[in-house]
């Protein structure tokens, strides 16, 4: 499986961006995607993760900024009032489980999308 994030670019404090991950195959009906994002310097850290069913859920540090949702296309991740320590690498991962996300106990990584968000 591969993925493949777009969407990344550089934006102004307050601004918004639209993340997008596809997958080129489904291996399974009953799965999770997740955003993960890794500042220079930094570990890579969990941002936002959806489950086959719906159900999402977001790090603190994003929660009722980024959105998560998803369809037959692919993941979004909606990224608004962006701020400079959102300045990052995002990449989208897939799991069996939303919880696996939450661990970063993923099965395929995508290669990833910079954001930058400058002052």
């Known amino acids: 499986v591969q993925l493949q994030a777009s969407g990344g670019g550089l934006v102004q404090a307050g601004a918004s961006l639209r993340l997008s991950c596809t997958a080129s195959e489904r291996t399974s009906d009953r799965y999770a995607v997740g955003w993960f994002r890794q500042a220079p310097g930094k570990e890579r850290t969990f941002v936002a993760g959806i489950a086959w069913h719906g159900i999402d859920t977001y790090a603190d540090s994003v929660k009722g900024r980024f959105t998560i949702s998803g369809d037959n296309a692919g993941v979004s991740l909606l990224m608004k009032n962006l701020k400079p320590e959102d300045t990052a690498t995002y990449y989208c991962?897939?799991?069996?489980?939303?919880?696996?996300?939450?661990?970063?106990?993923?099965?395929?990584w995508g290669q990833g999308t910079l954001v930058t968000v400058s002052s």
């Open positions: 991962a897939t799991a069996k489980t939303l919880g696996d996300v939450r661990q970063g106990s993923v099965a395929y």
